[in-house]
């Protein structure tokens, strides 16, 4: 069996955030496929990050797709200004959505590719009509917030779970997986049907990018 490549973004939330443009820069010279950017509100997620204009400064700097994850209470109300700063995919969770399906409409509408989250304690089939609409599918490992923390086991058999699905039905979604990953455990989460692997404090933390890229995508 041919060994699965994965494409790797890294989170800028692991990043020095007076220094991205370099953080983005670093992702592009150690091969990095995405810029994975966390949007929290301090409401859904205990935490403040990024707005739309970290996007649009950091948008010239790249040519990487910028894969921006919304962890908000409205997401309905960050679609279009996120879009419009440069966003080539928009993940919302679905926990903080009442009418999915149009805020998935409003995405495509707005030039983007639509993905839906989980949080760890979210079901997958609570998710299931809306797999056949999204370009994305992402699983959180942990529970969303801050960088660092450990991969919450149970969370392994969504990806599992999600790849299975996929495979019956015949959808074409990605599987992005986030929190907790390492060079340890990327390969056992490529092979459990993760197509994209979110990384930040292994990537940004390295002491080899280059080398750490190559064992997190599956190639080293």
Partial sequence: ????????????????????????????????????????????????????????????????????????????????????????????????????????????????????????GTPISLAEELLPLVDLVLILMVNPGFGGQKLIPPCLEKISRLSLIRREKNYQYLISVDGGVTEENASGLLSRGADVLIAGSSFFGAKAPGLSCRRLKGQD
């Fill in 1 to 120: 069996m041919e060994k699965k490549i994965g494409i790797l973004a890294p989170s800028l939330l692991s990043a020095d955030f007076g220094r991205l443009a370099e953080g983005v820069g670093l992702i592009e010279t150690a091969g990095g496929d995405w810029i994975h950017v966390d949007v929290m509100d301090g409401h859904f997620a205990e935490n403040l990050s990024f707005g739309p204009k970290t996007v649009s400064d950091l948008r010239p700097c790249t040519k990487l797709p910028m894969d921006v994850h919304l962890m908000v209470d409205n997401p309905a109300a960050f679609i279009r200004p996120f879009a419009s700063a440069g966003a080539d995919y928009l993940t919302f969770q679905i926990e903080a959505a009442v009418h999915t399906h149009r805020i998935i409409q409003s995405i495509r509408e707005a030039g983007a590719k639509p993905g839906i989250c989980l949080v760890p």
